[in-house]
């Protein structure tokens, strides 16, 4: 019997000894007695009786520990050519002082904090200064636009809002203080105030209520650790729904600390001093997890990069920071490696830079296809490690774990799951399937330490979105199947999120920025396969009765109200005007059809449909939306 099974059983037979013996890897103000509380299930908590600051976990204790001297963060920003490096001393010295200004600002334990700016250490700077002094950050990825900007800030309430005066995206400076003022003009909440890094590229004119950044710190003394519940709110991350306001996924403070920490050297293999660079945004959870929080609760070296994997200014970038900063362990989605393969499908760049430090390669966001995978294992020689997750898990289901023991390969798999994770594949019915027979694939409840125990604010869209399907289990919204070796196949999403380039949006969303154009009558948002981002949306609307317009100007408004609307993320750059959408007797548009017609896919009409010879009719312009990816 292997490590993994070790590991895996241990945790199976006995998880309160196992976590409370993971818990020894954090220090506690009041360490734990009791792993897992299960009293007001389904609603678990983990270490119920412990009390922690992250903060301190992941700065001061490195500090005090003789270490202040050791990199703890570097800053890579080709877009600027700037780099710069923090040391554990220099890291926390700059987040009690930025803590210190939130302090005295009024914003104290339980307070939320939304965050929107770009990829600065400022960023990951104003998230352990909420840590440090208990408030509760969220932030909200640079890409959104106002409107998405103030369903977040009107769900978190937050007390201060922490921005910059612009982003950069590849060559192209985007004043982001217009976007703050316009989504708190939309927002019932009013924030008491805004907190402005000034960046050079671009200065932003600060109004009655904003702060600049620098001014705020230069005027407050730094903030020591505030110790809180092992079960306070760590942040709020809004993941999209399907319908209706984006759903806050909350992540606790001791559970997802330990569960971090565990990760670090169980699944990436990186310890104290070792350097990890997670290609990734602190607006998705990838970049809360492992460019934040688990790199520095193990003492590691993180890379913050500010720029693109390729086009800043070439393919060769990932190369450049692996070499330069000696990267053991590189993290990104798929999307990025098939981008570089497009730029430089023979790899050369990658050349020009000495690799040997680097010993593993994962990808996550979305599905690795084989093709990704065997090009990037043939060019660097390392493994290239699937694996699978969710905003709402904070770290991985599924993985191979190289610290642990390195399990065979099997593309297209990402690999078994993780220990704390049990994992199974139900039908309909509820009942397990056969190996190699896709499914419903739900984790069975308890969910481990770092999960989301609850949606900020509601428990019960919380039971309705994940509990509710399966009863004990926790709905994934995947479909797959498991094989004979007990490997998970992740074969797609089983709702209307689609994923692009690993970021999940919403179709629901994007139809909503649609119809609210007053020549569209109805409209339907598909995800269609895409070589490099794995999905991209593509719109179709019926216009009202009597609207005689060119179908190609209502077309490129309609663009562009969804880039007004959700921001360029949502990379909706095809709509297209069609006579009536399928639909079953119901009422409910057939998307599911229309995908599989756009991907190719001799996709059978269902036997609900109320008009067949509309699917007939939208099949060329279904298959156009396909090849035109």
Known sequence: MGKYEDVFRACTEDPENFWLTAAEGIDWDVAPRRALDASGAPFYRWFPDGRLNVCFNALDRHVDAGRGDQPALVYDSPVTGTRRTYT???????????????????????????????????????MLACARIGAVHSVVFGGFAPHELALRIDDAAPKVVVSASCGIEGKRVIAYKPLLDRAIELAVHKPEKSVILQRPQERAELGADDLDWADLVAAAPPADC???????????????????????????????????????????????????FTGSDVGWVVGHSYIVYAPLLVGATTVLYEGKPVGTPDA?????????????????????????????????????????????????????????????STLLDIPVIDHWWQTETGWPIVANPVGIE??????????????????????????????????????????????????????????ASYLSAYDGYYLTGDSGHLDDDGYVFVMGR???????????????????????????????????????????PRGFVVLKAGISREATEVEAELVQLVRDRI???????????????????????????????????????????????????????????????
């Open 406 to 463: 390195a399990a065979p390969v099997k593309p297209g798999s990402p690999t078994r799951p993780l220990p704390g994770w049990d994992v199974r594949v139900l039908d309909p019915s509820g009942d397990p399937v056969t190996a190699g027979v896709d499914g419903a694939i739900v984790v069975k409840l308890p969910l481990p330490p770092g999960a989301l125990p609850t949606l900020w604010n509601d428990d019960e869209r919380y039971v």
């Open 316 to 376: 060769g970038q990932f190369w450049r920071v692996a070499a330069e900063y000696r990267v053991k362990t590189m993290f990104t989605a798929p999307t990025a490696f098939r981008a570089i393969r497009k730029e430089d499908p023979k790899g050369l760049l990658a050349a020009d830079h000495d690799l040997s430090g680097l010993r593993h390669l994962f990808l996550a966001g979305e599905r690795l296809d084989p093709e990704t995978y065997r090009w990037a």
């Open 567 to 629: 921001g360029a993320v949502a990379s909706l750059k095809s709509v297209a005007v069609v006579a009536a959408l399928p639909k079953t007797r119901s009422g409910k548009i057939l998307r599911k059809t229309m995908r599989g017609i756009a991907d190719g896919l001799d996709e059978p009409i269902p036997s609900t449909v109320d008009d067949a010879s509309v699917i007939e009719a939208l099949r060329p312009v279904l298959r156009r939306a396909g090849r035109a990816v």
């Open 88 to 126: 554990y001393t220099q890291l926390r010295d700059e987040v009690a002082a930025f803590a210190g200004g939130l302090a005295q600002l009024g914003v104290e334990q339980g307070d939320r904090v939304v965050i929107y700016m770009p990829m600065v250490p400022e960023a990951a700077i104003a």
């Open 226 to 276: 505030v110790p809180v519940p092992a079960n306070a709110p760590l942040y709020i991350l809004y993941t999209s729904g399907t319908t209706g306001k984006p759903k806050g996924v909350v992540r606790d403070s001791g559970g997802y600390a330990v569960a971090l920490h565990w990760s670090m050297g169980a699944v990436y293999d990186v310890g104290p001093g070792e350097t990890m």
């Open 494 to 536: 089983t709702d209307d999120v689609i994923n692009v380039a690993g970021h999940r949006l919403s179709t629901g969303s994007m139809e909503e920025a649609l119809a609210a154009h007053p020549d569209v009558a109805e409209c339907a948002v598909i995800g269609v396969a895409d070589a490099l981002k794995g999905q991209v």
